[in-house]
């Protein structure tokens, strides 16, 4: 565990971190956030209708979340979730605008278009979870702890909240840039110094 955090998990490329252990992760021909799916022997079949963007948030949660000893079954409106990037939904806009580029080739899909909302990402988690609280998710340049921080510590304004998931998960262009951290309101005062630590 990281001082100061309840737990944590760090999601690139090329690596899985949770709570300082890395995650070793088969390579198949599958795709990186479903090979991170099958080694951490997740089972939620709704998974693999997610777009990138979707997974790779909901992935970030699943793994910070698994030792921390949250009743999935128990609605909880005691906890937050609070999530940021720099591209929104761009991944899916990018993907959606090509299937109505060319005229001659036209095949607009609502298959890719219902992912176009970055709140999809809160939405799912919060679902899976049963997290009943505030949810929120904030677009800014790139992941500014100082900046984080105050939208983690506008959850917890709501003297009702107890405990914040919060990440910064991007996804872009085959690009996973994922960190969510699992805090309590008794460790606010740590997070920011924590981020900078972990964001690398």
Same mark, same amino acid.
């Given at each position: 565990?990281?001082?100061?955090?309840?737990?944590y998990?760090?999601i690139?490329?090329?690596?899985v971190?949770?709570?300082a252990?890395?995650i070793d992760?088969?390579?198949?021909?599958?795709?990186?956030?479903?090979d991170?799916?099958?080694?951490?022997?997740?089972?939620?079949?709704?998974?693999?209708?997610?777009?990138?963007?979707?997974?790779a948030?909901?992935?970030g949660?699943?793994?910070?979340?698994?030792?921390?000893?949250i009743?999935?079954?128990e $609605?909880? %409106?005691?906890?937050?979730? /609070?999530c940021?990037?720099? @591209?929104?939904s761009?991944? *899916?806009?990018?993907?959606?605008?090509?299937?109505?580029?060319?005229?001659?080739?036209?095949y607009?899909?609502?298959?890719?278009?219902?992912?176009?909302?970055?709140?999809?990402?809160?939405?799912?988690i919060?679902?899976?979870?049963?997290?009943?609280?505030?949810s929120?998710?904030?677009?800014?340049?790139?992941?500014? $702890?100082? %900046?984080?921080?105050?939208? /983690?510590r506008?959850?917890f @304004?709501?003297?009702?909240? *107890?405990?914040?998931?919060?990440?910064?998960?991007?996804y872009?262009?085959?690009?996973c840039?994922?960190?969510?951290l699992?805090?309590?309101?008794n460790?606010?005062?740590?997070?920011?110094?924590?981020?900078?630590?972990?964001?690398?």
């Open positions: 565990m990281n001082a100061g955090i309840t737990s998990c760090r690139t490329n090329d690596k971190i949770v709570n252990q890395t992760v088969p390579r198949t021909d599958s795709s990186w956030l479903n991170i799916y099958h080694a951490a022997n997740i089972s939620y079949p709704k998974f693999f209708k997610m777009d990138n963007l979707a997974k948030g909901f992935l949660a699943e793994l910070t979340l698994q030792d921390v000893g009743d999935k079954t $609605p909880k %409106k005691n906890i937050a979730v /609070v940021c990037n720099r @591209s929104s761009l991944d *899916d806009d990018t993907a959606y605008q090509q299937t109505i580029q060319n005229p001659a080739d036209y607009p899909s609502p298959a890719v278009f219902v992912y176009t909302l970055a709140n999809i990402v809160t939405g799912e919060s679902i899976r979870n049963k997290i009943m609280g505030e929120a998710f904030y677009v800014m340049e790139h992941c500014n $702890p100082q %900046k984080f921080c105050s939208f /983690v506008g959850a @304004s709501d003297k009702t909240i *107890d405990a914040c998931l919060c990440g910064w998960t991007e872009n262009n085959g690009n840039d994922v960190l969510f699992f805090v309590t309101r460790e606010l005062n740590d997070l920011e110094l924590n981020i900078e630590k972990l964001y690398r």
